[in-house]
């Protein structure tokens, strides 16, 4: 058995809040600048489950003070951060760790005040870090659970091309009554008003209500994907014949249909795509790598294919596709990743010419990931091949 593995970085996810208060009259009291909030692991398990527009609908508002990072320095060598002073406890063990130069760790073990073993293996020079409580599930003293909108947000394509940019927004509106003002220190978004939160921030400036006023709070939840084609040769040598191919994500500006949100309406649910704001985010989606909700996934290997959209040729009396259910794995809490198997055998394309292979749902007419050769390949008979397509994704 030959298996070859092929990688593009993962899906990245970020939070960004911003906020204003009114008055009872609705004048403007005050507009804060734009935070960027703590994506929980809870958030991230939420996203095998969830489309991008679901897992903010939901804002909770409250007043505890509990903290989301705390400052250090630190360097790491191999798998092993060094802090300069002692700051580790047994408690970090799985919490995020973000460098000032960008770099990611997840603390995987506790060696001392001074040391941690990470997930990663990597060279970083001592700088400022934060140390994230990506463990958190829930506001310290939640107020006010609200999934009020304004109906003029939804999803906007910020970027296309090769490195997506996608961007779901959001303004939710405080309901609750504060006859007295209120001052709000922490703010969650999750999908439901019970379940555990996508993400957390605590505020360093509080955001004070005036007296029967409300806040409003644009939170727009960002998502880049690198799309980029990759070119690959001869990646499964001995199976088929030896031959350049491509494998890579599709532009969502091919993707149209579905529940991945065009528009938001004013009560927090998705809607029906909009005309005029068609571009979804079919190949990005986590859960498109899963069975909800009625959807079937396929496989297809085919005649040929072009750049966008599948476009079968028929041979007279021969067979120029097949479909099957692909193999969803289940999801395993706090991988971050999602994986779909396609088997396929010589006995399904004996000596037929075919040149892709990837995964679809039924009623779109573009793949999500697929390996597309450069030339038409031949199945002898007694060959089998198996493609794995792994989705993951992280924070920004």
């Known amino acids: 058995m030959v298996k070859k593995e092929f990688k593009t970085p993962p899906i990245g996810l970020s ?8 008055h009872k009259d609705g004048t403007l009291c005050k507009e804060y600048p734009p935070i960027k909030n703590m994506i929980t692991d809870a958030g991230l398990d939420h996203l095998a489950s969830y489309y991008y527009s679901e897992v903010t609908r939901w804002m909770r508002i409250g007043t505890g003070t509990t903290a989301t990072s705390r400052s250090i320095t630190a360097s790491q060598t191999g798998t092993t951060i060094t802090a300069t002073v002692g700051t580790f406890t047994i408690a970090d063990v799985g919490r995020w760790i973000k460098f000032a130069d960008g770099s990611q760790a997840t603390v995987a073990s506790y060696t001392s005040g001074t040391e941690v073993e990470a997930t990663e293996s990597q060279s970083i020079g001592s700088q400022a870090a934060l140390v994230y409580n990506v463990e958190q599930t829930a506001l310290t003293t939640q107020v006010e659970a609200s999934n009020v909108y304004d109906a003029n947000n939804g999803f906007v394509t910020a970027t296309a091309g090769s ?10 509106k405080s309901t609750a009554s504060y006859p007295s003002g209120a001052t709000i220190t922490e703010i969650g978004l999750s999908p439901t008003e019970l379940s555990s939160l996508f993400s957390r921030l605590l505020l360093a400036e509080p955001i004070v209500i005036p007296a029967e006023g409300f806040m409003t709070n644009l939170h727009i939840l960002t998502v880049v994907i690198d799309g980029t084609t990759q070119t690959l040769t001869a990646p499964i040598t001995g199976v088929l014949e030896d031959a350049t191919s491509r494998i890579g994500c599709r532009a969502i500006a091919n993707y149209s249909g579905g529940r991945s949100c065009s528009e938001i309406t004013a009560a927090g649910a998705s809607s029906a795509p909009a005309t005029t704001n068609s571009a979804h985010s079919w190949c990005c989606e986590p859960l498109h790598l899963s069975e909800r909700s009625g959807s079937t996934y396929y496989v297809r290997g085919v005649v040929s294919d072009d750049a966008s959209a599948i476009t079968v040729t028929t041979d007279a009396g021969a067979v120029t596709e097949y479909i ?8 395993s809490l706090g991988s971050f990743k999602k994986t779909m198997t396609i088997s396929v ?20 007419a573009y793949y999500d990931y697929r390996l597309l050769w450069d030339t038409d390949q031949v199945f002898a008979g007694g060959n089998s091949l198996t493609v794995t397509f792994t989705k993951s994704w992280k924070r920004l």
């Open 15 to 22: 939070v960004t809040h911003h906020i204003k208060t009114f």
């Open 163 to 172: 490195i997506m940019t996608l961007e779901y927004k959001r303004t939710g």
């Open 324 to 331: 099957q259910n692909a193999i969803t794995d289940s999801y």
């Open 345 to 364: 055998n010589g006995g399904q394309f004996t000596d037929i010419a075919w040149r892709t292979i990837g995964i679809l749902e039924k009623t779109n």
